[in-house]
């Protein structure tokens, strides 16, 4: 079975929008040290690209979670499958997500890092579907607005493919 894909955003659009991300958040935390987390698998290639262009220091680590469902929507119940290797307690902590789509994932992981007393927590989505929201939640820093299609590349997949995508695209199934 293929799947159709019409493109939505090409690579040099989200360059350019990341770069401007970028320096928003370098001037934000401008003397301070920002710890990057971001979420597993979705958001890696974003905080690749995101944290080669934040001008104050960096440091990284990596969560997964898992929420039930099936490849396209996403249910409710959610758990930790990785932890940070790295405790945030006291750190300026920055989520790094593909897109909040329910806002549910955000919303725990939020009141999750939240808990474990950071100096200051900030959420950074490359791609948001207001639409879809169940919750109430924001990113402070997104990159696009999207409407309610479901999309694929730059490290989003459908059904664990295409996140290599180096650009982002609408898929047909
Ligand atoms: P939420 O908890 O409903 O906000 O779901 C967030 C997660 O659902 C994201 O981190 C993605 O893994 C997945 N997701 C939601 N919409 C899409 C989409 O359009 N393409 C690929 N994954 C998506
Ligand atoms: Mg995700």
């Not at 159709?4 to 370098?26: G, T, Y």
């Not at 001037?27 to 104050?56: D, N, P, T």
Request: proline share 3%.
């Amino acid at each position: 079975m293929s799947e159709k894909i019409q493109m939505l955003f090409s690579e040099k659009e989200v360059d350019r929008r990341i770069n401007q991300i970028a320096s928003e958040i370098s001037e934000k935390y401008q003397g301070k040290e920002l710890h990057l987390v971001c979420v597993l698998k979705g958001g890696v290639f974003f905080m690749c690209e995101l944290a080669k262009r934040i001008s104050v220091p960096v440091t990284m680590d990596f969560m997964a979670l898992s929420s039930y469902g099936n490849s396209t929507e996403s249910s409710g119940y959610i758990t930790m499958k990785k932890e940070l290797d790295e405790s945030i307690e006291g750190k300026h902590v920055l989520i790094v997500e593909d897109i909040v789509d329910s806002g549910r994932t955000l919303k725990y992981l939020s009141a999750e890092l939240n808990r474990r007393n950071p100096a200051s927590l900030e959420l950074c989505t490359l791609l948001d579907k207001p639409e879809r929201r169940v919750t109430e939640i924001k990113a402070d820093y997104t990159c696009f607005e999207i409407p309610d299609k479901f999309v694929v590349g730059y490290g989003l997949d459908y059904a664990q493919k295409y996140r290599n995508l180096p650009y982002i695209g609408i898929i047909e199934p």
